[in-house]
């Protein structure tokens, strides 16, 4: 059975950080890449960060690049994403998604096969 774990959210003040952390059981990330997701009020679920499988090279949404950083630990299976420099509008639920490399849709959310539960970023004075 796979599962996608989200942790490492929470309330944090604007300029402060964050790190999300995906723990993914009954997969590998060897053969699956992962993507960061959220979803803006009145909008589609958008891809924020994403990793692949087969070399690890990456992809940042414009709204996040130079703050937010993507990483796996192979070892533990965990992808994480540190946020930095957090501003109101990173507010929002954080979804992992993970799909095997021929259908990684990443940072399109259509094509990712499996999806954790989300967790909740709350950037507020």
């Known amino acids: 059975q796979v599962q996608l774990v989200e942790s490492g959210g929470g309330l944090v003040q604007p300029g402060g950080s964050l790190r999300l952390s995906c723990v993914a059981s009954g997969i590998s990330l060897d053969d699956y890449g992962i993507g960061w997701f959220r979803q803006p009020p009145g909008k589609e679920r958008e891809g924020v960060s994403c990793i692949r499988s087969s070399d690890g090279s990456t992809y940042y949404a414009d709204s996040v690049k130079d703050r937010f950083t993507i990483s796996r630990d192979m070892a533990k299976n965990t992808v994480y994403l540190q946020m930095n420099s957090l501003k109101p509008e990173d507010t929002d639920v954080y979804y992992c998604?993970?799909?095997?490399?021929?259908?990684?849709?990443?940072?399109?959310?259509?094509?990712?096969?499996?999806w954790g539960k989300g967790i909740l970023v709350n950037v507020s004075s």
């Open positions: 998604a993970a799909a095997l490399e021929y259908a990684n849709s990443c940072p399109y959310h259509y094509g990712m096969g499996y």
